[in-house]
């Protein structure tokens, strides 16, 4: 199993040749997509709409304290409170409350909860990053099998459909439509399914190290950190797309 290292440890393998893995499966945002303009600028924008006046920047924060909030405390009159049960029902309550908290000086909350909503379903409101594209392509030509697996409810599909990078993806799994969100075990276990092979078959890569590296490890697959920001401290850890290019084909 390949476990990431510490985040300030050194290792000098950094050989991922004969992995032995049939998928590769990324996480959608953040890995592959990306909200364009920003979150906190469409935030913003269609909260002035609606008589908010709050700055861009505490938009922002204010979006994510309670994005995170909503993953790892829950949020009120979510059915389980604090779980990690989902369904398009729970995903939309949970955004809607997101929108409330990071506007408390608008009235009309449900107006600009549905506009938001109805933005990021737009596949217009998202773009690829830029090694997207070579990167899926060169993995598809090596023989390995594509997936997306994602903490997303079902505007993840339309907004995967329109996009021509993202054809070389075979399956999407969606916490929304198995149930649970990632990092639950059940999660991974859908994924297992969806590709029907073994877990040290899948290597799952992400942006989010306790969703995308700690939860596939605990449940056999191989995984690697994905942090764009940063080059990399240790061999378990991308930049880019492109680099895991490298090490795979």
Known sequence: MLTPAPMNATNSNSDFSGLGCRWVVFDAVGTLIDPFPSVSVVYHDIGSRFGSRITTDEVGRRFRMAFRASETSGFPNEPQHGSMISSDAIEEAR??????????????????????????????????????????????????????????????????????????????????????????????????????CRPHEILMIGDNYEHDVQGPVAAGLRAL?????????????????????????
């Open 95 to 196: 955004w809607r409350w997101i929108v409330a908290e990071v506007f408390p000086d608008i009235e009309n909350r449900e107006g600009c909860f549905r506009a938001l909503w109805d933005h990021f379903a737009s596949p217009s409101s998202w773009r690829c990053f830029d090694d997207v594209s070579d990167s899926l392509r060169r993995l598809t030509s090596a023989g390995y099998q594509l997936a997306i697996a994602s903490n997303f409810d079902r505007r993840l599909h339309q907004v995967c459909d329109a996009s021509p990078e993202l054809r070389p993806i075979e399956k999407r799994i969606v916490s929304a439509e198995v149930g649970y969100r990632k990092p639950a075990p059940e999660f991974y276990q859908s994924l297992l399914e969806a590709c029907a």
């Open 225 to 249: 950190h994905l942090e764009r920001r940063q080059a990399p401290s240790h061999p378990a850890q991308l930049q880019t797309l492109l680099e895991l290019v490298d090490r795979l084909v």
